[in-house]
């Protein structure tokens, strides 16, 4: 592929990826508003807009071997963990930007879990098996990341166990 | 917006909440929530975050599906558990920057959105993809400038029927990404895609 249409699939799986993400916050708040087929009508398009996305994501020929894919998983989180991340939340301290450090904080903690979780699911594939995995938790706070049953309290938050989400 | 003095939560309503759904803090810690001044560092590094999240959690679903598709049920689970995780960091980057708003806001910015990819971003993508002879991409490319110009209509009339809603069901073609309203459609009318292939949203 050349350069100019490679950057365009990029430039478009970015626009395409932020779209899908921000209707479904529209939708949550449409929800909230009491505004339920507006919320329907949201999250109909943000689903599009994901179609979008992973058929441009596809095009640039970056979905591999489901092996390949966790490696590729785990450089993206290495690279949030060591560089972005740090650096962001560096910046956010020196201009004393509080709700910022926070929103960065939840989702560093987050990355070094997930960089831990899909190491191990890609040693699994590599010996030929599916990873051996429970349940896995979501919290809808901060995004904290949990094998097994939710804690009371999510120990990077401190949301209540009802805002765990179940996998 | 409103800001948990106490745990820096970001409460999306008109009137500060009664208590933190965090942290519980009682009402009287919220404070009017600033976000950070468009183009500072920080208000960069929140969007960088947001569009580094949002496209995290995109790639995770698609990491799902092909697991999936390779027999490995237990790695496409946890590709989708962290694809939620990205779409909380995605939100809370989002809220931070002050870029959820009301209803009718929210609405006017998704129009823009649609408007502007469907007639200057595709448009020019899809010149650029002839001239670098990828006619797939053009495909593609142009599938979704089509789409978007409908998503459009859909919301200017969601703008304008924001009171008297109607109840409909929504199908989504998973091939292309129409959107039909309250039809379910023999064939995709910009893809062609078959009739299982569209997705009924709830």
């Known amino acids: ?167 | 917006m409103w800001r948990c003095t106490v745990c820096q939560h970001v409460d999306l309503g008109e009137t500060a909440p009664a208590q933190c759904p965090v942290c519980d803090s009682p009402q009287d810690k919220f404070a009017p929530y600033e976000p950070p001044v468009g183009g500072t560092k920080t208000w960069q590094n929140l969007k960088a975050g947001f569009i580094g999240e949002s496209q995290a959690h995109e790639r995770n679903l698609a990491f799902a599906r092909k697991a999936e598709e390779e027999g490995l049920p237990q790695i496409a689970k946890l590709f989708r558990a962290i694809a939620a995780a990205e779409g909380v960091h995605a939100y809370n980057h989002l809220r931070h920057l002050g870029l959820v708003r009301d209803t009718q806001e929210n609405l006017n910015a998704a129009f823009e959105r649609e408007n502007l990819a469907e007639a200057k971003m595709y448009p020019r993508f899809i010149a650029e993809a002839n001239q670098e002879n990828a006619p797939g991409v053009a495909l593609s490319f142009s599938q979704a400038r089509d789409v978007e110009k409908g998503h459009g209509k859909l919301y200017e009339k969601a703008m304008q029927h924001m009171l008297a809603e109607t109840e409909t069901t929504y199908y989504v073609c998973q091939v292309c990404g129409y959107v039909s309203d309250g039809l379910l459609p023999d064939e995709c009318p910009v893809c062609g895609a078959r009739q299982s292939a569209f997705k009924s949203i709830d």
């Open chain 1, 1 to 167: 592929m050349r350069k100019m249409t490679e950057d365009n699939l990029k430039g478009a799986f970015a626009g395409e990826s932020q779209a899908h993400m921000r209707y479904l916050v529209f939708a949550d708040k449409a929800e909230e508003e009491g505004r339920a087929n507006i919320a329907r009508l949201l999250r109909a398009i943000a689903y599009a807009e994901q179609v979008h996305a992973a058929n441009h994501f596809n095009a640039l020929g970056l979905l591999g071997s489901t092996a390949d894919n966790l490696q590729a998983a785990v450089d993206g989180e290495t690279y949030e963990v060591e560089e972005m991340y740090p650096a962001f939340n560096a910046v956010a301290e020196l201009q004393q930007e509080k709700g910022a450090l926070r929103s960065f904080h939840f989702a560093l903690e987050a990355e070094k879990i997930h960089a831990g979780m899909y190491q191990k699911a890609k040693q699994a594939v590599e010996s030929g098996n599916d990873a051996r995995l429970g349940d896995v938790v979501v919290c809808s706070v901060c995004g904290h990341t949990v094998e097994g049953e939710a804690p009371d309290r999510c120990p990077v938050c401190g949301a209540t166990k009802d805002k765990f989400r179940k996998f």
